[in-house]
């Protein structure tokens, strides 16, 4: 349903974007609204619960399909893998509420111009607009176009003339107000979650009804022991999600808190400037900026004047910032094959459960006509002992269990100062084979420090000048390049800004001031910015230079560009950028012609290097005329500025193990390629003998189609200062070895992004040996590593800031190392600021997704255990007392699920990660070859007791001459059952099945403990040991003790010890068998590969599909080759997709 839809009833809202939905028109149907009221109220509520687990069908039962313009229902369903239904009403906003104030009439000139969305999504001449909301966004409905949009910016096809001409000088105040109504606040508004919200969402989880059935069942049949114990163990576990849904929640809010009550000078058309609330903002409010410290609460346009603003402020939710927070609240679904696998397993035991009632049903039904009676048992018993069977087959503790093993995890990551928002992320990274890391701030250090300065004038490069020898530098254009090229403010007397601008001017020893309005200097306007030498100065022939106009820099632009004026001297500009960016600009007689290898001295070896030139400029133009591109053009070139960035103490250390266990390393970074390329080498995420060759793609042109070029990049030594390094340099000619061995790609943001456009089936063949991505702007980021969560690779991203954000939410794991705005996009934050915590994580996510096995596997045995021996006592008409199931599910089972989880995680990273799936063939072969053993040890059980000489004798005569006292008691007529009444589960089939099945749970329990590779030995694991031990010595007491009222207590019979110490040989048989078959067949790595190897078998996961395709490919990598996206085999033609979060291997 809601698929076939006829033109109007159907569209896209956001398309293009990470939000993209498809939008359905419905129409509240009022038969159907009834007839969903009367079956909600037949079912008991059973039919609301259904639609909100199904939003879809809440829809199709209430509505009919109609247009989108006839709607008042719209059901949204997202354009991913996932295809998630939610749906909304259509509300109405009414003008009308405006019309005392404003007057407003349909042909009102307010709202005749249909050049802005508010004006169009006005129905005349009612006054009034339809709209929804989604996710937080309000989206109108478009009266001209015939579609919903979102509402609340600016429209994007104005032009600049546009928005000077219409927005220049403000809005009226009838302006303000109707855009405030259809608008609506200018707030991120993130609502602290009630708890009774979270409560409810969380009760409601299919899982928990299911418990609620069960412990309602439970207690008709007066099994109130476990019904309460489960009711705890529930409570407990709700609790602890929703304190954690709590406190993302608070976090949240008071993140954004502080940005919705900020006052604003907003100027009006005809009001002027007045003081706003800036919730009460609206699309086109002309701000002023006073020139003190203010948080900007919305995006805006700089139309007038300067202003230093710091990107990490959050603004509204139509922003990006805005839509950070969103995707927070909205986040994508994670489609983990385990959890997948999990709702499978579960429907499997369901589809056993329902044989086991229908089977328990024709039992009983049989018996009873044998018997001559309907039943034997009045008609309601029998239906809850068929109900019975689902509660046994599917264990209500499940939840319990696994969360017990998350939070347990969650427990030892805290201690290691890695704090998780997002517990069930923690099974997902025990599966990455991939991490990607930022460079500055996460594999190196946080500050830079100022290292010298390489001046250069015509003759080349002169000698460096070292800021360490406390020399100061000559006067001349490139110290005022240094005092004025920079973005910093003067704030309370303090200098901020950029920890590079900053860096650079104090190396200066200059002074920063505001001038006065008594400053009078021509060409300079009051307040202005002025650097000033300091008073111990001497031979600087200027007293200050004037900054008139700053052109800003940009990640996109890679540089900036001032314009200044010196005092009594020249105006002039100066340019601060990427070397290679800043070289492009300048004449090309002023470039030294060593300026490559120059530049490549310095960025091999870790450097940051910063080129600065200048020019000067006529006096008679006014600096705001003139345009960016006369002034950045023809300049001088003045040097290289050279700042120190080393490697963090645990960079390498870290990157070597994870190496070691076969993880794929990548560096993401902003910063210079060669300068990534050296860091890589230096921190060994490119080994001494492995090659680089770097990738340099280029837009198409008038003359030339798109290209791609491929260049080994050799390693050579130099000596720099007397101390021995290395620099890169381009090899022209390769000999016919230069493939042999490993190799990683290296290349930019520029050219990764042309491959993507024109080279896309290029793609995949790159990123599976591309480890340098460098000048990767936030937006490559994510790209980059969804295209490697499109080659199923489990990834990881490590960052620490606001640039990060994007791939860290991306990313399968985000593990941030700051707790600003990153730490709210990822997963986890590290409270160490280094890369320490990523093996720790990998480490504990192993731990985890194994101990999640090891639940399933255990608790999908202990259910079969179970199952089996109730189906047999049914075969009798017998079952298990409420004791004998209360000591199997509370002081056996209970225990052991909250104790196996304690393993911590193995020390060592293994270079092969644990099964990612639960239908994995070892794991399916343990299951079922333990439920095999298990059946055929309670049916020869159960045969066997039955064939015994003492069965069909008086059962005084069962018990050995001994046990004579005990035997009497079983059968004393006056022997009350458990409620005082004859037992009716008293029988030699139950006692054998009860004992077989209570122990058989113990020794599985350790059998299903794993320890190494992933987790510690289980021997470490003190108090499950502990609990085993006890639980099997309780059971062997409780076989061999013969005490008349603990037997009576359980509903046991007395048997001869030969018949017990059978019972033990059989139980000792299948633990033998069951451990044999575990270690030598399950847990054997290289049986199974070698099976793989036999077979055929190979992995179907994306990246390893192209490693073999590659590896086989005498054409790759292409080297010193240069291709045109013209060329078949190099366009768009051959592609590859696959749904992000999926991974199709099956890793032992």
């Known amino acids: 349903m809601g698929d076939h839809f006829e033109k109007g009833q159907h569209a896209l809202l956001n398309e293009g974007e990470e939000n993209e939905m498809e939008i359905f028109g419905y129409r509240t149907h009022g038969c159907r609204k009834t007839l969903c009221l009367a079956g909600s109220i037949f079912s008991f509520g059973i039919l609301p619960l259904v639609f909100y687990w199904r939003p879809a069908w809440y829809v199709w039962a209430n509505c009919i399909p109609c247009s989108l313009q006839e ?31 404003v007057g407003l009439t349909p042909d009102h000139p307010l709202i005749t111009d249909e050049e802005y969305i508010i004006n169009r999504a006005i129905t005349k001449p009612d006054l009034k607009v339809r709209c929804i909301k989604v996710q937080k966004i309000r989206y109108v409905w478009n009266n001209l176009e015939g579609q919903f949009q979102k509402i609340g910016s600016l429209e994007d096809w104005l032009s600049s003339a546009k928005i000077h001409l219409k927005f220049g000088s403000g809005l009226t105040k009838e302006e303000q107000e109707i855009r405030r109504l259809i608008c609506g606040p200018n707030t991120i508004d993130v609502e602290i979650t009630p708890i009774w919200k979270l409560l409810i969402k969380e009760v409601l989880n299919p899982f928990y009804i299911f418990q609620l059935f069960s412990v309602c069942l439970w207690f008709t049949e007066d099994y109130k022991e476990y019904a309460f114990a489960i009711i705890i163990m529930s409570t407990i576990s709700i609790a602890l999600t929703v304190y ?37 903002l609206v699309p086109g409010d ?34 990006a910032k805005g839509d950070l927070v969103r995707s927070i609240l909205y986040p994508k679904p994670m489609n983990f094959k385990l959890y997948r696998d999990a709702i499978r397993f579960l429907l499997c035991l369901v589809g056993t459960a329902t044989i086991g009632m229908v089977y328990t049903l024709c039992v009983y039904v049989l018996s009873g006509l044998k018997s001559d009676f309907i039943f034997q048992e009045p008609l309601q018993e029998v239906v809850k002992k068929a109900l019975d069977v689902i509660t046994i087959a599917v264990p209500p503790a499940l939840p319990a269990a696994l969360t017990t ?64 020898s406390g020399r100061a530098l000559p006067w001349g254009p490139l110290c005022a390049a240094m005092a004025s090229c920079h973005s910093l403010i003067l704030l309370d007397e303090t200098i901020q800004g950029d920890p590079l601008d900053l860096k650079m001017f104090e190396a200066t020893t200059w002074e920063m001031a505001i001038s006065g309005d008594d400053f009078h200097v021509k060409g300079v306007p009051a307040h202005a910015m002025v650097v000033k030498p300091c008073k111990t100065a001497s031979q600087v022939p200027v007293e200050g230079i004037a900054i008139l106009h700053q052109f800003p820099f940009s990640s996109a632009l890679q540089r900036m560009t001032v314009i200044v004026q010196e005092m009594g001297g020249d105006r002039m500009a100066f340019m601060k950028g990427a070397p290679e960016k800043v070289a492009s600009f300048c004449q090309p007689e002023t470039v030294p012609t060593t300026f490559v290898s120059e530049l490549q001295i310095y960025t091999t070896q870790g450097f940051r290097v910063i080129a600065l030139a200048y020019k000067k400029l006529e006096m008679d133009h006014h600096t705001t005329a ?128 042309v491959i993507s456009q024109h080279f896309s089936s290029l793609l995949p063949k790159i990123l599976i040996n591309g480890t340098i991505f460098a000048r990767m702007s936030p937006g490559q980021k994510s790209s980059l590593v969804e295209e490697f969560q499109k080659l199923d690779y489990f990834v990881g991203m490590c960052g620490d800031g606001a640039n990060d954000c994007g791939a860290l939410k991306m990313a399968h794991a985000g593990i941030s190392l700051s707790e600003q705005e990153a730490s709210v996009a990822s997963p986890f934050t590290s409270k160490t600021p280094n890369i320490e915590c990523v093996p720790h994580l990998i480490k504990e996510g192993r731990a985890a997704l194994v101990t999640s096995f090891c639940m399933f596997k255990y608790m999908a045995l202990y259910s079969m255990i179970q199952y089996v021996g109730v189906l047999l006592l049914y075969w009798e008409t017998n079952s298990l007392s409420n004791y004998q199931f209360l000591f199997q599910d509370l002081a056996i089972t209970t225990l052991i699920g909250v104790t196996m989880n304690l393993n911590g995680a193995y020390p060592k990273l293994v270079p092969f990660r644990p099964a990612g799936r639960l239908v994995s063939p070892p794991l399916l072969l343990s299951v079922i070859l333990n439920i095999l053993l298990s059946l055929a040890m309670h049916i020869v059980g159960f045969i066997l007791v039955q064939r015994q000489p003492w069965y069909s004798m008086e059962m005084q005569s069962a018990c050995t001459v001994q046990n004579k006292s005990i035997s009497k008691l079983t059968i004393s007529p006056a022997a009350p059952g458990k409620n005082g009444s004859y037992s009716d589960f008293t029988s030699f089939e139950n006692t054998t099945i009860w004992f077989l099945g209570t122990i058989n749970c113990i020794t599985v329990a350790l059998i299903f403990s794993k320890g190494k590779p992933f987790r510690q030995p289980t021997y470490t694991n003190y108090i499950f040991v502990l609990v085993l031990v006890i639980q099997l010595g309780v059971c062997l007491f409780i076989l061999f003790a013969d005490i008349p ?80 996206s013209h060329i078949p085999g190099c366009g768009r033609e051959v592609s590859y997709s696959n749904p992000v979060f999926e991974s199709n291997e099956e890793q032992l």
């Not at 996932?82 to 509420?97: D, E, H, N, P, R």
């Not at 809010?253 to 009001?271: D, F």
């Not at 053009?633 to 193990?657: A, C, M, Y």
């Open 1045 to 1124: 009222e603990l037997y009576r207590r359980l509903d046991l019979l007395c048997t001869p010890v030969l018949w017990r110490v059978y019972l033990i040989i059989m139980l000792g048989s299948n633990f033998i068998v069951s451990f044999v078959v575990e270690e030598a067949i399950i847990e054997n790595r290289a049986l199974w590969m070698a099976i793989k190897r036999c077979f055929g078998y190979q992995s179907k996961s994306q990246y390893r599909i192209w490693q073999r395709a590659l590896a086989n490919d005498p054409s790759w990598p292409p080297i010193n080759q240069t291709s045109y």
């Open 286 to 319: 002309l701000l002023i900026l006073t020139g003190n410290k203010v948080q900007m609460p919305c995006d805006a346009i700089l139309i007038d004047g300067s202003c230093v603003v710091d990107e990490g402020m959050l603004t509204g939710f139509n922003t």
């Open 626 to 753: 003139l345009m960016r591109d006369k002034v950045e053009s023809d300049l001088i070139f003045l040097g290289l500025l050279i700042l120190e960035n080393r490697l963090k103490e645990e960079t390498r250390p870290v990157l070597e193990e994870l190496i070691s266990a076969r993880i794929r390393t990548v560096m993401i970074t902003g910063d210079n390629l060669q300068t990534a390329i050296t860091v890589a080498r230096k921190s060994g995420m490119v080994s001494e003998s492995q090659k680089v060759i770097l990738i340099e793609a280029n837009e198409a042109t008038a003359s030339s189609s798109a290209s791609i070029a491929w260049k080994l990049v050799e390693e050579k030594k130099h000596i720099v200062y007397g101390n021995q390094d290395n620099y890169i340099n381009i090899r022209e000619e390769v000999s016919d070895n230069s493939r042999e061995g490993s190799y990683h790609f290296a290349l930019s943001g520029k050219s990764f992004q």
């Open 405 to 468: 093993g998350i939070i347990y995890a969650q427990r030892r990551l805290k201690k290691r100062g890695i704090f998780c928002i997002s517990p069930q992320r923690i099974n997902v990274c025990g599966q990455l084979n991939l991490v990607c890391f930022d460079k500055t701030g996460t594999l190196t250090r946080d500050g830079l420090d100022l290292w010298g300065v390489v001046p250069c004038d015509k003759n080349g490069f002169q000698e460096v000048h070292s800021f360490a």
């Open 244 to 280: 954690d849904l709590r406190e993302q929640s608070v976090k949240l809010h008071r993140l954004v808190e502080s940005h919705n009550s900020i006052t604003v000078s907003v100027c009006g058309r005809k009001a002027g400037a007045q003081e706003l609330e800036s919730r009460f």
């Open 71 to 101: 709607a008042d229902v719209v059901l949204l369903r997202t354009t991913d893998e996932f295809q998630t239904y939610s749906w909304k009403k259509v509300t109405w906003i009414y003008l009308s509420a405006l019309n005392s104030a």
